[in-house]
């Protein structure tokens, strides 16, 4: 079956300007979370919802920094006013339910904040 | 706060040979504990994982056990082979009702033939 998909793949765009980045889940997964890893570390959680509910956003770095989920499957989070210490891979990973210990990652976005 | 600590990289082995990678971890409660690999152009994917004390995870020939008196989830396998090369990633779940996953820093394995 599909996984989880992330779009676009590649993304470059200038200081100060507003970008969205978008995760399709696993069709049914209802926990949805957000992390963003920078170049020779680990992934670092952002946000993560349950539902179309942010549950958890205390992974967020300032308030440039949004995500939404309207409908429950599809989730985009938007990034304003870029800074170049913005540039890293944006990771999203579903799993049917919060505790079932497995996430399932898409294969990123990679932002360049020029 | 939690955080999860692994030996740095990269780690070069050559083909049959016998690895480890050693992670360590700090946490309050009772954390799960999981090994996630990240393989060339590919994603994320979870390897094993332990969900409690002495609890030893397994997939494709490695392991790992879940040791509380020394927080360690040291991954193991005992003979690595050119395919085995990635990225390795060690991670906990605090226990919380999040499920959000804390990971550390990555070890490069590259085997050699």
């Known amino acids: 079956g599909a996984g989880v998909s992330q779009t676009p793949s590649n993304k470059v765009t200038e200081k100060g300007k507003y970008v969205e980045l978008r995760c399709d889940p696993i069709?049914?997964?209802?926990?949805l979370y957000w992390y963003r890893q920078s170049l020779g570390q680990g992934p670092e959680f952002l946000i993560y919802?349950?539902?179309?509910?942010?549950?958890?956003d205390s992974g967020l770095p300032n308030d440039r920094f949004f995500a939404v989920r309207p409908e429950g499957s599809v989730s985009t989070l938007k990034i304003q006013r870029t800074e170049r210490g913005d540039s890293a891979v944006y990771l999203c990973?579903?799993?049917?339910?919060?505790?079932?210990?497995?996430?399932?990652f898409g294969p990123g976005t990679r932002l360049t904040v020029t | 706060g939690n955080s999860v600590t692994q030996m740095e990289g990269p780690v070069t082995l050559s083909e049959e040979a016998f690895l480890t990678i050693n992670c360590t971890y700090t946490?309050?409660?009772?954390?799960?504990l999981f090994w996630y690999v990240q393989y060339p152009g590919e994603g994320l994917q979870l390897l094993l994982k332990?969900?409690?004390?002495?609890d030893k995870g397994s997939n494709k020939g490695f392991e790992a056990t879940y040791r509380k008196e020394t927080t360690s989830f040291h991954l193991e396998k005992g003979s690595v082979q050119v395919s085995d090369s990635a990225v390795y990633f060690c991670?906990?779940?605090?226990?919380?009702?999040?499920?959000?996953?804390?990971f550390g820093q990555g070890t490069t394995l590259q085997v050699k033939p």
């Open positions: 990973a579903s799993s049917p339910q919060r505790d079932s210990y497995e996430q399932y």
């Open positions: 069709s049914g997964h209802t926990a």
């Open positions: 919802f349950q539902g179309t509910g942010a549950a958890d």
């Open positions: 946490a309050t409660g009772y954390p799960s």
């Open positions: 332990a969900t409690k004390a002495d």
């Open positions: 991670a906990l779940s605090d226990g919380s009702n999040t499920g959000k996953l804390i």
